[in-house]
DNA sequence: GGCTCCGCCAGATGTCCTTTCCAGCGGATC
DNA sequence: GATCCGCTGGAAAGGACATCTGGCGGAGCC
């Protein structure tokens, strides 16, 4: 399956040579010249990678909003208006994962979308099938064995979470960050209230046990 | 927990140089003149991000040897020769994550370390092998020849830490302050508990010894 | 505007871990 | 071999943490 690349670039000319370019390498392509299009893209197509030219459209995609659904961990590289160290570094900062200035040579472009995408393949799979339990991201619904569960927002996100990586165990502060979005809040029982209730959700069976948690660390999945 | 970076650089000004200034950022930092060094520290330290300066080294890390246990998939920054386009694709195009051209702005390198262990925190195998024991971080599972030992929080933290290198051997002060966070209490009998602890849930065959107390110093895991 | 659902927030309760204490053992030193 | 000091490991007290319930407020829907 090929790669989507999201092109975040408001000039017409780049975003149109790049495009081709791109897709002449085996890329899916998509275009967007506003950020909403691009936030608006980056919700509903699940890119796996955003070349972007405007550092605030980087804190945006990383921040979230209320909401909206886009990955807020999807691989970023920004397209730097010049050839400043400075401004790359402004950019790293600013939560992306890489950075070329410009002018560029399109190989490295590439050969950095490349290694990019090898290190989060499978970071973000569709469907996450573990176990007993199914958890198909686009559609956002959950199944245990076959018997259908319904989650509202949070609850998905943090059965989302836990499930990407079964076995793993979270802590606590992860799954805030990850989840919420927090900085730092700390003293709340809000994450324990929703594991509480997602828990009590997945338990179809009387003695199934899917959300498990690890004294004095987070929680996990089971399965 | 600071992260640790592997420099691996075999002209020593440079190499000293870095170190310092990464240590100055809060990093452990190992140096490695040598290719065989490097791979040597790569497996017995498991840092967190490398920064090589040879091609090949980075080709030998991405394939393993047999019998050599350290974890291909660590990330990996090149420090190229020259500041050539075409050498940062081969370095990318070689399983490198990252690449910066000499001379490089030590704030750009710093940003890039710091993006390339945001994005891979947590992702990393991080398992630690040491003849029958294994200690599986990212799900807080301890094997003793494919028998699951179950320990709490404290028991864990310790024996990863005990495990981290298994013949070294650690100072009560030492051990106090990376799993207890203490400053300098010295009265307790705290310590010594968990250990013993831990010593029988790791005996899984009668003549297991893991956790081995090194008289008026502290403990060390293997003999 | 009323209704419902969702997300967030304590409080009471129960559970499990952590720490401490102590008696006994065993190296270390001379 | 005698003595000292540190280590061992059981048991028990205390504390830290997790769970669940119920309530409050806001957003979205009718």
Chains 1, 2 share one sequence.
Not at 63 to 70: C, L, V, Y
Not at 114 to 131: K, P, Y
Not at 140 to 164: G, I
Request: glycine residues 6%; contains cysteine.
């Amino acid at each position: 399956m090929p790669s989507a690349v999201l092109v975040a670039e408001p000039q017409l000319e780049t975003r149109e040579l790049l495009g081709r370019q791109l897709r002449d390498d085996g890329f899916d392509v998509l275009g967007a010249a506003r950020r909403s299009e691009a936030l608006e893209l980056a919700e509903s197509a699940r890119p796996d990678v955003v070349l972007l030219a405007e550092l605030e459209l980087c804190l945006r995609l990383r921040e979230g909003e209320p909401g909206r659904n886009w990955d807020r961990n999807v691989p970023v590289i920004v397209l730097a208006s010049t050839s400043d160290p400075v401004e790359r570094v402004r950019a790293l900062d600013r939560g992306a994962d890489d950075v070329v200035g410009r002018p560029f040579a399109y190989d490295e472009l590439l050969a950095r979308i490349r290694a990019l995408i090898r290190r989060t393949a499978g970071s973000s799979e569709d469907v996450i099938v573990s176990g007993d339990l199914v958890v198909d991201r686009p559609t956002r619904r959950v199944h245990v064995r076959d018997t259908p569960v319904f989650l509202s927002a949070k609850e998905f996100e943090l059965v989302a979470k836990l499930a990407s990586q079964p076995h793993r165990v979270w802590t606590k502060e992860e799954l805030l960050r990850d989840v919420w979005g927090f900085r730092a809040l700390g003293r709340t029982r809000t994450l324990e209230s929703h594991a509480s209730r997602v828990r009590k959700k997945l338990c179809v069976a009387p003695d199934d046990r899917f959300v498990v948690n690890v004294w004095g660390v987070g929680y996990r999945m089971l399965e």
